[in-house]
């Protein structure tokens, strides 16, 4: 069972920065991918950003060209970077692992095998 472990979250200002880092307790397999995937409270959690063992990244419209998402130590360790933070991306962020990523849909929630025990980001503004 592989556990994920997110950073903490944090409250920060309306076109601020924050980056978030989630370490996996073992190596990610070659077809693997970890991404990010974000709730707000009363509604689904949403696709942010995946990057596969490749290094082949992939965001929701929403967060392109503000969010970067990368990977150390041979997929071990996530990061996702957030800049120009607006008061709609406040919410829950989880990590997530994908053991196959050529399986399924990868902006599916249910197509995801692992999940961190998600980390509150909040934007004010």
């Known amino acids: 069972q592989v556990q994920l472990v997110e950073s903490e979250g944090g409250l920060v200002q309306t076109g601020g920065s924050l980056r978030l880092a989630c370490e996996a307790s073992e190596r990610a397999p070659v077809s693997a991918a970890m991404g990010w995937f974000r709730q707000v409270l009363g509604k689904e959690r949403e696709f942010v950003a995946a990057?596969?063992?490749?290094?082949?990244?992939y965001y929701a419209d929403s967060v392109k060209g503000r969010f970067t998402v990368s990977s150390v130590n041979s997929h071990n360790t996530v990061y996702l970077q957030m800049n120009s933070l607006k008061s709609e991306d406040t919410a829950i962020y989880y990590c997530?692992?994908?053991?196959?990523?050529?399986?399924?849909?990868?902006?599916?929630?249910?197509?995801?095998?692992?999940w961190g025990q998600g980390t509150q980001v909040t934007v004010s503004s």
């Open positions: 990057i596969t063992t490749g290094g082949t990244t």
């Open positions: 997530a692992l994908k053991n196959n990523f050529s399986l399924g849909p990868y902006d599916r929630v249910l197509t995801w095998d692992y």
